[in-house]
């Protein structure tokens, strides 16, 4: 039952909204959550579980998931832990921070340790990894929050 959509997609019965059972509706949302902080940040999981609100989660428990995070009743990710993480190029996300210089195969360097990479810098490092694959992957670190109005 995990596996049906709130819209009623998915399967087994096609069953919609409060049709579901609520922990059939719990289990689909936490599992999506965890899925997610393997690969990316806390924030970075939530942004995307926002964005099927109401079509794959039931909105009221997207709000409870919010809820949960901000009063610190689940873990970080390791992403939001500052933890290292060695990623495939298909991995790399805005706003993530190198750890360790990115380098081709043949040792010419592509970025420097410290840079936080945008669009621009993920899709050179996804040129290079076709025609010239490094030994080991990209390193990175957690996002880096948005300056506020006065930085």
Do not use: W
Not at 8 to 34: C, M, Q, T
Not at 53 to 64: A, E, N, V
């Amino acid at each position: 039952m995990k596996d049906t959509e709130t819209s009623g997609e998915g399967f087994p019965d096609g069953l919609k909204g409060n049709e579901i059972p609520l922990g059939s509706r719990i289990i689909s949302i936490a599992d999506k959550y965890d899925g997610l902080t393997n690969d990316v940040s806390k924030e970075m999981a939530l942004e995307e579980i926002r964005a099927l609100k109401g079509i794959q989660f039931d909105p009221s428990l997207h709000y409870q998931l919010e809820k949960v995070l901000k009063e610190g009743r689940i873990m970080a990710s390791p992403l939001d832990l500052g933890v290292e993480k060695e990623l495939e190029p298909h991995q790399l996300v805005v706003g993530m921070i190198l750890l360790r210089e990115v380098r081709s195969g043949t040792g010419i360097l592509l970025l420097s340790k410290g840079v936080t990479l945008d669009v621009e810098k993920i899709n050179f490092v996804k040129r290079y990894f076709n025609f010239d694959p490094p030994e080991r992957r990209s390193v990175c670190g957690p996002k880096r929050s948005s300056p506020g109005p006065s930085e």
